[in-house]
């Protein structure tokens, strides 16, 4: 008996539905907790190519959420790791590692080669640059976040607005699971998510879960959702990469006064003077680590006219 036979028996799979997975080639940025869900999912279930994104390494304080990884993996880049474990569960389907982290340069190339891009990163300057480019390419999105107990998994972009549209700016606070914590079940609940997301989009099952949010609040035990397919594009500022700055960019950095300058001839201005710096001709690049003192930044040159801005979140 196939494999597959189980998932070829639920309605709207059939051998055309195992097919159609079979000719797909997904995107996955971050193998992480959510990846690690998402992963051996995607595998399993018979999609012929995933290519695998992250530039970090397996930690032991990654391993109580991050399933896919042994003890004996710390240390390994988790792109390579995360590959070799979809392999050996499944060898019908190719894995491709990249050990690498995805940014506005190199995100086009990897997207167009795609069918469809799972963001697993975790990361809001990756979602925004994925939402961005998605968008642009007509390619699928499925993306989750996930602190604590509680989070989302959505569909965007593909015949659906992007993230953008749903979510047009940033919260007052951004936690990180390394500053707030999380809970390994909680993110694997939301991982199978998108991974039933991916799947159903590749299939062409229906109602589609493009449009789509569903929410998960394992604190207070609570599931929800909502649709989002009459939501509006909203323009915002984007992302770029430190090589996609030109010589008439100016790029200032937010970064604490102590910080050493990472981006050549870049200027080092502290976020409470962006009042009365002098706005220049020409793009202005705002740059930090995370992307959300640039964002912020951007916010108070933009209501003072500031007409052209970019930001950078170099990770470092």
């Known amino acids: 008996m196939s494999r597959?036979?189980?998932?070829?028996?639920v309605p709207g799979v059939g051998a055309i539905g195992q097919a159609r997975l079979t000719a797909a080639?997904?995107?996955?940025i971050g193998a992480g907790g959510l990846g690690c869900t998402v992963i051996p999912a995607l595998a399993a279930a018979g999609v012929g190519h995933l290519t695998i994104m992250d530039p970090d390494q397996v930690e032991m304080s990654n391993l109580h959420r991050q399933t896919l990884y042994r003890a004996a993996d710390v240390g390994e880049p988790k792109a390579v790791a995360a590959a070799a474990r979809a392999t050996a569960l499944n060898p019908d389907g190719?894995?491709?590692?990249?050990?690498?982290?995805l940014d506005p340069a190199n995100a086009p190339g990897l997207i167009a080669n795609a069918d469809?891009?799972?963001d697993a990163a975790d990361n809001f300057a990756v979602t925004y640059t994925l939402s961005d480019l998605c968008l642009a390419a007509g390619k699928p999105l499925i993306s989750a976040s996930i602190i604590g107990r509680a989070g989302y998994a959505g569909g965007f972009c593909g015949a659906a607005p992007s993230y953008r549209a749903v979510f047009p700016d940033l919260p007052a606070h951004v936690?990180?699971?390394?500053?707030?914590?999380?809970?390994?079940?909680?993110?694997?609940?939301?991982g199978a998510v998108q991974a039933q997301m991916t799947l159903s989009v590749l299939i062409g099952l229906e109602p589609s879960p493009l449009g789509r949010i569903v929410t998960l609040d394992m604190a207070n035990?609570?599931?929800g959702g909502f649709g989002f397919d009459d939501a509006t594009e909203a323009p915002g500022f984007g992302f770029v990469a430190a090589a996609q700055i030109v010589a008439n960019d100016t790029v200032i950095d937010l970064r604490p006064g102590g910080t050493v300058h990472r981006i050549q001839g870049a200027q080092m201005v502290a976020p409470g003077d962006l009042a009365d710096w002098p706005i220049p001709a020409g793009r202005v690049v705002l740059c930090c680590s995370t992307g959300l003192r640039a964002w912020r930044g951007a916010q108070v040159l933009a209501a003072r006219g500031a007409k052209v801005l970019a930001l950078l979140a170099d990770g470092q």
Do not use: E, K, N
Request: aromatic share 8%; net charge positive.
């Open 25 to 28: 080639h997904v995107l996955i």
């Open 221 to 223: 035990w609570r599931f």
């Open 175 to 190: 936690d990180s699971c390394a500053g707030a914590g999380v809970l390994g079940p909680a993110v694997a609940a939301l």
């Open 94 to 101: 190719q894995a491709t590692a990249i050990v690498d982290r």
């Open 116 to 118: 469809l891009v799972v």
């Open 4 to 9: 597959y036979a189980r998932q070829m028996q």
